[in-house]
């Protein structure tokens, strides 16, 4: 059956004319580009809540080196751009800020790497599927036009590419903008991820500035990395 099916299939092919290998060069790329964010998004698994509450809790215990270690830890998107605020902590909140949202515009760039492909082959894709239909009809007019009515099957070869380049076109556009609209979800709720927690990490800074300082805290601001501040 898999033989007769993989037979049909390279008929339809040949019978789709020459715009069936810019479908075929189509299909292979998105097919690349799926399989390849798949698995690195996949990959980036991650509980933001759970991490957030980690890193938060070691900066409430005055522990950056934890806070960072946490991030460490558990490698992703959200991980790093937490990582670029708590390495400026008591700097000012407009350099922190820029620090964080330059990681945060570089990851989301490596999430969406590749992802024009698949928009470019769900637009083109149709595309050279309506040029096979347009050429198909144009073969069939032809054929009419030269021995009228009396071969109907020589006409219909060209209705035939016309409908096969049709399907073929559709048939490669629906899952590639299936895919595209899939990961284009998942990294904008990555960026609402990044985005909340870097917030939420400011909030936390401006938490521990204005708790009371003793002592040397009172002058020199926020203890340097790794160091812990006394709680009063």
Excluded at 41 to 67: E, I, W, Y
Excluded at 82 to 111: D, T, Y
Excluded at 201 to 207: A, V
Aim: hydrophobic share 50%; charged share 15%.
């Amino acid at each position: 059956m898999l033989s007769s099916l993989g037979g049909t299939l390279i008929d339809y092919y040949v019978k789709g004319g020459v715009t069936m290998h810019p479908m075929l060069l189509c299909s292979i790329a998105g097919l690349i580009v799926i399989i390849e964010r798949g698995i690195v998004l996949h990959r980036v698994k991650v509980n933001t809540a759970q991490v957030f509450g980690a890193v938060r809790a070691a900066l409430l215990q005055h522990d950056l080196k934890g806070a960072i270690a946490v991030c460490d830890k558990n490698p992703s998107p959200i991980s790093d751009t937490l990582r670029a605020g708590l390495l400026r902590f008591g700097k000012p909140a407009a350099e922190i800020e820029k620090a964080i949202e330059s990681v945060a515009l570089h990851q989301i760039s490596k999430l969406e790497r590749g992802l024009w492909i698949l928009a470019t082959v769900a637009n083109v894709a149709p595309l050279f599927g309506f040029l096979g239909t347009v050429t198909g009809m144009i073969k069939s007019f032809a054929v009419l036009a030269e021995i009228g009515m009396g071969n109907p099957k020589a006409v219909a070869a060209g209705i035939s590419e016309a409908l096969i380049t049709t399907a073929y076109g559709l048939f490669i556009a629906l899952p590639v903008q299936a895919a595209f609209n899939y990961f284009t979800s998942r990294i904008t709720s990555f960026a609402l991820d990044m985005e909340t927690s870097s917030a939420m990490l400011i909030e936390t800074f401006n938490e521990l500035e204005d708790q009371p300082r003793v002592g040397p805290s009172e002058t020199h601001g926020p203890a340097p990395i790794g160091q812990a501040q006394t709680v009063p």
